[in-house]
């Protein structure tokens, strides 16, 4: 998750969805066109120079404009719109995925106005970044039919002349002398767009490769084992996403099995803060210490064995749900799989699948309304072995009352559902009343910046 955790959503969709289909374009769109017309414009010049080598010229020429100068302005404009435009296409994306996810919450907070007013205003900059590229776009969508006409006349008036001096020359040899440029760039008009796609698909190889190379890149982390009891503390502790909001100052005291509530609107940073907790995303000010050894001095590959983050929008796998529970712990048995859904409520359900545990889950989360999602990804984060557990939002879309039943039983350490001596901290933005939290902490308003809710 280090290499996508300072990713914003939209720019991770892109990078992940249309990247990837700029890509899978290069070879249909264009090497195939590309080579079709290198073999066609050659054999063309070729077959033309048995002819008439003044016209064979001429088509050779015509066909370095189309085939050379018209792509190039065709790549040209394509990058400078996506040098200008990349920007604000990953900020209107990230704000578009926002209003999709957080209308209501956005609506309540008066804030829905300002975040689509924010994406239209970044949609109106992508238009602007295309309109700047519009004038090579226009040369290059010129210059082939030009290259064409230039052909077609030149060849006409070499076949004409030779026509009158030459006995050799037919009117056959003529007739293909002027219609054999024509057949030529029938491949040739296509390089443009070639180019274009060529383009593209490097600068979305480019930033596939910057997100590849920063999962292989080793993240700089100390050497000191993780032995204690699971001791985390929090000193004014400011986190937020790069280039985005930061939260407020938070001090924060997590001996082994407190239960911590984090209550905030939506874009205060309730996520960033405990994603900032678990050591995925750097402070933004402050400090982080297990058992009084700041994170950044622990070996990194043994926090996430200890210190746990479970995402409200965990990935759910078009496995079977037992395979599903043991994304948490590899030796999860049939047995503690049902105790942990019928802890969270899925008793009945699991029953009433044909397979039961073993039932494959067809398409992943497709399969599973949105109660029965976060009920499994609850399931999954309690079999967790870690000690401190933190659950982004867990009783989101479920109804109110098993919502808040669910919320007193996890920040009760007498109920039973989490073990006493584990530490649990959950994320909402409506606490019930009546839960036994030993804190809760209110996260007032992020300080303004680019980002308006943390998305992963």
């Not at 052909?151 to 003529?174: N, Y």
């Amino acid at each position: 998750p280090a290499a996508s955790a300072g990713l914003r959503r939209g720019d991770l969709l892109t990078r992940t969805g249309a990247d990837v289909d700029a890509l899978g374009d290069v070879v249909v769109r264009a090497l195939v066109p590309i080579t079709v017309a290198i073999v066609l414009s050659v054999a063309a010049v070729v077959a033309l120079a048995l002819i008439s080598l003044p016209a064979a010229a001429i088509l050779a020429g015509a066909l370095l404009v189309a085939g050379v100068l018209a792509p190039w302005l065709s790549a040209r404009a394509a990058a400078r719109a996506e040098a200008d435009g990349a920007d604000a296409r990953a900020r209107f994306a990230q704000d578009a995925v926002t209003v999709l996810d957080h209308a209501a919450e956005l609506r309540v907070a008066g804030r829905l106005d300002g975040t689509v007013g924010r994406a239209e205003t970044e949609n109106d900059a992508v238009v602007a970044a295309t309109d700047r590229a519009a004038a090579p776009a226009a040369f290059a969508e010129a210059a082939t039919p030009l290259a064409i006409g230039a052909a077609v006349l030149g060849s006409l008036l070499v076949g004409i002349t030779a026509f009158a001096s030459d006995p050799t020359m037919s009117p056959m040899s003529l007739g293909i002398l002027v219609l054999l440029p024509l057949a030529a760039f029938e491949a040739a008009g296509a390089l443009p767009a070639a180019a274009l796609t060529l383009t593209r698909a490097r600068i979305a190889a480019g930033r596939i490769t910057d997100l590849l190379d920063r999962a292989d890149r080793p993240v700089p982390h100390g050497t000191r084992p993780i032995g204690g009891p699971g001791h985390l503390r929090a000193t004014g502790l400011r986190s937020g996403w790069p280039g985005g909001r930061a939260s407020a100052a938070l001090d924060l005291d997590l001996p082994p099995g407190a239960r911590v509530a984090i209550v905030g609107a939506s874009g205060s940073g309730k996520t960033s803060t405990i994603m900032t907790l678990a050591g995925l995303l750097p402070a933004a000010a402050g400090s982080v210490t297990l058992d009084g050894v700041a994170l950044d001095e622990l070996d990194r590959t043994e926090l996430p064995r200890h210190v746990g983050f479970f995402a409200e929008d965990a990935h759910v796998f078009e496995t079977s749900v037992l395979e599903n529970l043991r994304v948490a712990r590899g030796d999860v048995d049939e047995n503690d799989a049902t105790a942990a859904l019928e802890a969270v409520g899925l008793g009945e359900w699991v029953s009433g699948l044909p397979d039961g545990l073993h039932t494959t889950l067809e398409g992943g989360a497709r399969a599973l309304s949105g109660g029965q999602r976060r009920r499994l990804l609850l399931a999954r984060a309690l079999l967790s072995p870690v000690k401190v557990l933190l659950l982004d939002e867990p009783t989101e879309h479920l109804d109110a009352d098993d919502g808040a039943h669910l919320q007193r039983l996890l920040l009760d350490r007498d109920a039973g559902l989490v073990a006493a001596d584990r530490t649990v901290v959950v994320v909402t933005h409506q606490l019930p009343a009546g839960t036994a939290a030993d804190r809760v902490v209110e996260v007032p308003e992020s300080i303004p910046g680019n980002n308006p809710l943390p998305t992963l």
